[in-house]
């Protein structure tokens, strides 16, 4: 796979760019994630133009659209951030190549155009035309095949941003070789995906400590001595919202003993703060192991995390959320894919 990383600067010269980054968050965390390669490639490259998507919308809708993220670049990039609000290929190659040097530019809402979920090959081949080289620094999309992840590669010399290579590098380390114990604490929804994690890390994990909303249904389909489950809830007329107390001791236990630790979703419902004692808990157990390298991601967790102020003190944030679980699971995301196999 090619890495920005490996690049130098003279080589960008020229060169328009095509960077692929994620803004679908509620605040802006993933986009400080995409700004190191960014800066990058706006410092270093003759222009960028920033590809990206947001929501899940269906034909054009302006609330979804990518425009006030163009303001948040600007002050992010000390310098003009051009808003393109038009698909007109042909006009925006024009615009771009016509460009001061360094300029920068950010396209609309790619999945206003039904193509992009599609992973259409005319769409990939417009937006290649538009630059010469493509970077993805978009780990958290990377788990779908869209045109301007997957398809375009085919079109352009295209490489792995530091973003993303730090990704595929970190999620590897805790996947492969773990220092050990691993204790991998799962919760929130996506159990799908979660079972498929424990799956797939069954063999290098020592325990998974699992609360949320995964806890009802493992207890039915996962039997596992490595998975611990909670021995006590708060509840809310009837349906689990927390881990108890005594689940919380045990967990802060079991994560002082680990020498890596991977976190995926909060144990309870974190919009309240009356059953978000539990995920509090288990934060400051994982940044209290000062010795263990400790992996965080998904959006909720992240967001929580940061409210608390402690999200300086994990090794490695993942911007991915499905893609982070997808990962975890041994699948081979299409984005990464589609880099590996490109000459
Ligand atoms: C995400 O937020 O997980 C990614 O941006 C992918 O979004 P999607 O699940 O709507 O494809």
């Not at 995409?34 to 919308?57: E, M, Q, Y």
């Not at 001061?100 to 206003?112: C, D, H, S, T």
């Not at 300086?312 to 990962?327: C, E, P, V, Y």
């Amino acid at each position: 796979m090619g890495y920005l990383s490996q690049l130098k600067p003279q080589e960008l010269k020229n060169k328009v760019c095509l960077l692929r980054l994620d803004f679908n968050t509620e605040d802006n965390w993933r986009l400080d994630a995409g700004l190191p390669t960014l800066k990058f490639l706006a410092k270093n490259c003759k222009a960028v133009v920033i590809l990206s998507h947001k929501g899940r919308p269906e034909g054009f809708d302006r609330s979804l659209s990518l425009k006030p993220i163009t303001k948040i670049l600007r002050k992010a990039l000390g310098k003009t951030v051009t808003f393109v609000p038009h698909f007109r290929f042909l006009e925006i190659r024009e615009l771009v190549h016509a460009s001061p040097r360094g300029a920068v530019f950010l396209l609309e809402n790619l999945r206003f155009l039904e193509e992009e979920a599609d992973n259409n090959e005319i769409l990939a081949e417009h937006l290649a035309s538009i630059g010469n080289i493509y970077v993805n620094d978009a780990f958290a999309v990377s788990h779908r095949a869209n045109a301007s992840v997957v398809a375009i590669t085919k079109y352009i010399k295209s490489y792995a941003g530091f973003g993303l290579e730090s990704e595929i590098k970190n999620l590897s380390r805790v996947m492969t070789a773990p220092k050990q114990p691993l204790a991998v604490i799962l919760g929130g929804l996506k159990i799908e995906d979660k079972m498929q994690v424990i799956d797939n890390l069954k063999d290098r994990t020592v325990s998974f400590l699992v609360g949320g909303a995964l806890t009802s249904e493992i207890l039915d389909q996962l039997k596992s001595p490595k998975i611990i489950l909670p021995v006590d809830f708060k509840k809310d007329d009837g349906e689990i919202k927390d881990i108890g107390r005594k689940t919380a001791n045990f967990f802060q236990k079991e994560i002082a003993k680990a020498q890596t630790i991977i976190w995926n979703g909060p144990v309870g419902d974190i919009n309240k703060n009356k059953f978000s004692h539990g995920t509090k808990a288990v934060a400051q157990a994982v940044v209290k192991n000062k010795k263990a390298f400790k992996v965080v991601g998904g959006g909720e967790t992240v967001m929580f995390l940061k409210k608390l102020k402690l999200d300086k003190k994990i090794n490695f944030i993942s911007t991915g959320g499905g893609a982070m679980l997808d990962f975890l699971a041994g699948k081979v995301l299409p984005g990464i894919k589609a880099l590996e196999n490109h000459d």
